[in-house]
């Protein structure tokens, strides 16, 4: 799976860094159980600072995509835990569907839009 | 000695060349999607406009090395020491330098071609990881596997204690061969921690392009210590033949060199295999970060250290201040090779000057003098022909030897002489013994009757 940073993007880089491991998870790149790199190595290979890397992999462990062991590194969460949207994820959506309201959009033209982006990110439950 | 010096630098300068213009030439051949230094895509690769641009390099490449052999012929038929040695390096600046300037003109050509077409679509601009490549990466080997190596390389040392003799010769040789068997294992982690090489979106032929580097570049260390160990010890075993130690030296640098460049054209042909068998969907392009296609430059890569482009082994981050400091350095100290012939004719061709009174005399060489005043001498003698020298340090040409020398039948002595002169003094002092001559033999022995005279 490759990680794109872009050092001259408005998006941080640790967000960068989670937003991009969530969509490879998504889209079946990296499967569950599949071992990440560790901090330091990943960190050393990008050319970034160790603590951005760190807080990347905080946010996706809290968020429940990735475990973080001690002992064997960190590795992609298994599968079948229906975890829900974060309220931040909700909010972003309902302002998504607002804009969607406002161009003139109708229900089913953005359900469609949706489905299609919700299948684009792969079948990962089923 | 001339013939022998021009033998000697043939064998050392010349093969510059050729290891240049084939390392270049080989960058037509697309690995990981370069050509010549530019990411093109793998369509792209077979098109008539790259492969006349391409061929065309590949020719100028040779002409210009067949051009350069042929200006060697006059170098065999030059005069002097100095002015030979000046003509060599100049040449070896020429030989490093054409070829260069063949690649980045060939390199500029290409990438125009490719930006008027709008050859893009790689992945630019960006750093990329693969983090399944990152997450799989092997570790070094054990430092350990060094050890025998270093150990081998003692036994000298260990020898010439045992037989008390030699302890001074044995150790310079432990402590030089013990350093580069040191610093291959300071170095041969080093390659492992480089960024992993990323052509395109399979995992697994990236993990293949870093493993073959990888597993190359760690297996030239290991080969050079064991290399240099052997050296250390053969090198104890002819220390006495002169012949025996040139021959040594020549096949250790020989197989060195050699060593060096199979391990990189090894791991491009891995390279250029591996990217060749598997049709991609996405490829990387680093190009904006390589100037001219041969110098790094990304701000964003805390890296130091890059595996190069073109050539063998890493390059430096010149986003890094301190890889700023040290190309500068290395470029003054290429294009200043030639001063150094300059300097060597200047000291060959600055005749010495002597001044002489009824109580002492001087003998200068630019910055080198000796003065002996004649109360301070307790034996002289004139000589008419010149004994058999040894330089110990100091310059040993035509038209002067000067510096610490070892005399027949006189042992060590400092000497300032015109080794074409007729006539020659040597004066012995309580702390010191002085060999000098003078541009005339008039001069020289007027200035032993002074000395004979008190």
């Given amino acids: ?126 | 000695m001339d013939n022998l010096f021009t033998l000697i630098m043939l064998a050392c300068c010349y093969p510059v060349l050729p290891i240049i213009a084939l390392v270049l030439a080989n960058e037509t051949k697309p690995k990981k999607n370069i050509v010549i230094g530019v990411t093109l895509p793998k369509e792209k690769q077979e098109e008539p406009k790259v492969k006349a641009i391409c061929n065309g390099y590949r020719k100028s490449l040779r002409n210009w090395s067949v051009f350069l052999t042929f200006l060697l012929i006059p170098v065999f038929f030059l005069p002097s020491f100095s002015i030979l040695l000046t003509a060599w390096l100049c040449w070896l600046l020429l030989a490093i330098i054409v070829p260069i300037v063949v690649y980045i003109r060939a390199h500029l050509k290409l990438k125009a071609l490719k930006v008027a077409n709008e050859w893009f679509g790689g992945v630019a601009r960006r750093t990329v990881v693969d983090i399944t490549v990152t997450a799989s990466l092997k570790k070094p080997l054990s430092h350990w596997l060094f050890l025998p190596a270093l150990i081998i390389s003692l036994l000298p040392l260990a020898i010439a204690y045992l037989i008390d003799q030699e302890l001074l010769y044995a150790a310079t040789m432990t402590l030089s061969c013990g350093s580069i068997i040191l610093l291959s294992i300071f170095i041969y982690p080093l390659f492992f921690r480089q960024k992993a090489d990323v052509a395109g979106d399979d995992d697994m032929i990236n993990l293949a392009l870093t493993g073959a580097r990888r597993y190359q570049w760690g297996k030239c260390w290991i080969l050079l210590s064991y290399l240099t160990a052997l050296f250390s010890l053969a090198i104890w075993f002819v220390r006495n033949s002169q012949w025996g130690v040139l021959l040594i030296v020549s096949l250790y640098t020989l197989a060195a060199i050699a060593i060096c460049i199979s391990t990189e054209m090894s791991a491009r042909k891995a390279q250029e295999k591996l990217t060749a068998q598997y049709g991609q969907t996405q490829y990387v392009d680093e190009d904006d970060f390589w100037l001219l296609g041969l110098f790094y430059h990304n701000p964003d890569d805390r890296h130091f250290m890059i595996n190069k482009r073109v050539g063998i082994g890493a390059t430096m981050n010149l986003a890094r201040p301190m890889a700023k400091v040290l190309t500068v350095l290395s470029l003054l100290i290429l294009f200043c090779l030639p001063l150094v012939g300059v300097w060597t004719i200047y000291e060959e061709y600055t005749p010495m000057t002597v001044t002489a009174s009824k109580t002492s005399v001087t003998v200068q060489h630019l910055s080198f003098e000796i003065s002996v005043d004649y109360d301070d001498i307790n034996n002289a003698d004139l000589l008419y022909e010149l004994p058999g020298l040894s330089r110990l340090n100091g310059t040993g040409m035509d038209t002067i030897d000067k510096g610490k020398f070892s005399v027949e039948g006189y042992g060590v002595c400092q000497i300032c002489i015109d080794p074409g002169a007729d006539t020659f003094l040597v004066m012995e002092t309580d702390e010191k013994t002085y060999m000098i001559s003078t541009p005339s033999s008039e001069e020289t022995e007027q200035i032993y009757q002074w000395i004979e005279a008190r």
């Fill in chain 1, 1 to 126: 799976m490759l990680l794109q940073l872009d050092f001259h993007s408005e998006a941080p880089i640790y967000l960068q860094i989670r937003d991009q491991i969530v969509m490879a998870i998504a889209e079946t790149r990296l499967k569950a159980g599949e071992r990440l790199p560790s901090i330091r190595t990943l960190a050393a290979q990008s050319g970034i600072n160790v603590m951005t890397v760190n807080k990347a992999y905080a946010l996706l462990k809290r968020e429940g995509y990735i475990t973080v062991d001690r002992r064997h590194g960190a590795a992609v969460a298994a599968d079948g835990e229906n975890r829900g949207l974060s309220e931040k994820s909700l909010a972003q959506l309902r302002l998504i569907a607002a804009e969607a309201r406002l161009t003139g959009m109708t229900e089913e033209g953005f359900l469609s839009l949706c489905i299609n982006g919700f299948r684009q990110g792969g079948r990962r439950n089923g």
